[in-house]
């Protein structure tokens, strides 16, 4: 046995061969297994065995295939590898583990409660307290549990007031557990549970808003006051059905007893047998409502006025290199800014998270502290928080705050400049092409600032007409008016019939500080030739090169790398699940529309901070992209409507 010094860590060898945590976690495991089976070990020792087992495989996980193995650095907790970035601060692991731990221990305070008491206990508690009060304590300890499970969820989250919640819950349910039958296990670790919540409540940061509290209370109280008056109701409705009977104050504390699941002595006979059930219900309702309305995070003001993008679009002016920049100043998105506003990133909230839209726009130096106030905004908010079409330098700037990056498709980058369309390879687009100029259009490059005002409610048109009624789609990469002050020297190319009418045009946002425009939207009348997207996309090539343009930025292709050239056997098959959701999210036809005018293909990423968040951050990605519609479109949806 020896032990060698790596850089990733110590490796351990056994008569000359290598052993690897993972594959002392899958003996351990086996063992268990085995031993298990046969009867050999204790039923603790096996779990202690299996709990160890699947820890070092989890930790090690990466070692277990050859294509990822020695990527990752040794360490006491999960293994990371080199340039992963730093890990996430200890204070935002723990409500996650704080969460999981009232939710525990609700669950054993409802058992506590839903059990009978120990005899001996029981014998020793009525010396010094009274049955009545033992009662109210066992009745009170149910509804409290089940409150405690229910404010696990927004503990995890780092919602402040769940902090003070729980601790409440808890030093209440320790005291009930005590006068209900001296149950001291219980109210132990209730105890020690709060005093960690009281000590690690710096991870539990997000704020609430403070000048609506009045307000909040006040829609909490009415919830309550309206169940409790329902339930009155019904208890009045039905009479001497329910006993013991009783006068008016009487009914009320029958109907508190059945909200709140503790009318241990309370009876409803037929046909009102289904009340206790029904408002048992109703009071579980009533109090999740009233958590939502109290536990809900500071609120997202939506975006900024029209001197927040006026600032933002003088920077893009001085540092918007990249093509995706201009898109940054639409008018809904947010913005958040460095702490001497050379920077800034724009954002949107969709599905609890916070959607940079790709690079922040600003001088290098300034981008990391666009990061930290993006990170704080987030947290004060609730928020999670990601990056939608992000670029490959971003993705190695925003390493070190912990952001992660996943492939999400390629851009298409053409050159500008006559295309030749010569070849059995371009037979299609130019027979598009021709078919089109023989029908008398022609296309013109034109600058939106120098448009007459008949011109431009043409192209509006246009647009709505091919929208159909549907908002304009799209987020990271497009834009989202045609005429915007902030870009007056926006262009486009119009495709004009043999009359000189505008039948269809393509619009171009510039790309600053370099001869490079991105396309922002293209559109057309629907009773065009076939083919007229073709001829705009051929013809803006040579009208723009013709101008001194080098570079077009075309549409984006989603996951077109896995569709044009899979690497894996796993991309390989996601690619093929890919081509059967081209029906609704036009993935192929996409990429195959962009590969007729042979671009080079500039790959975009979204950024993760937790592996755990990536299926609401693709939801929020496709919520604000227009890829699918939210479940309130789905319902305010026109009948008859067109989607772009």
Known sequence: MRIERHALGPRLFVLRRRLHECHVGLALLGGGVVGGAVGFLHPLALALTTLFGGL??????????????????WRLG??????????????????????????TVGAINVLSAATPELPGRVQALLSIAPVQEMALARALALPAGLALCAVAVPLARRRGRALHTSIGLLLGLAVLNLVKGLDVEEAALSVLLAGGLWKARAGFWVQHEQSRRGATLLRAAAVLATVLVAATAALLIAGSAVTPAGGPVMTVTHALAFLTLSASGVHAAAPFGWLPTILGLAGVGATLTVGGVLMAPLRWHGPAGAEDRLQASAVARLHGTDTLSAFKLRRDLARVWSAD????????????????????????????????????HANRHGLGLGVVGASRAFCEAARPSGLRPLYLGDEALLDCGPMDLSGGANKSLRKAVNRVARHGYTAELRTIGDLDVRTCRTLQRISDDWRGGAPERGFSMAHDQLEDPLLPDARVVLARDEHGTPRGFLHFVPVFGRPAVSLAFMRRDRDTPNGLTDFLVVEAARLLGEAGVTEVSLNFSAFGGWLRAPATATQRLLGRVLVTGDRWFQVQRLLSFNAKFAPRWQPRYLLFDSALSVPRLALAAMWAEGQLPKPSEVFQRRPGAVTA
């Open 341 to 376: 506003g050379r920077a800034f990133a724009g954002y949107r909230v969709e599905a609890g998270t916070m959607l940079l839209s790709g690079d922040p726009v600003g001088p290098p130096d300034a981008i990391e502290d666009v990061l930290t106030q993006a990170r704080h």
């Open 56 to 73: 070092l495989v989890l930790k090690d996980w990466r070692d277990l295939w050859p294509s990822t193995r020695d990527t990752a650095a």
């Open 78 to 103: 999960m293994h990371r590898p080199p340039d992963a970035g730093a890990a996430r601060p200890i204070c935002e692991r723990v409500p996650l583990l704080a969460g999981v731990a009232t939710a």
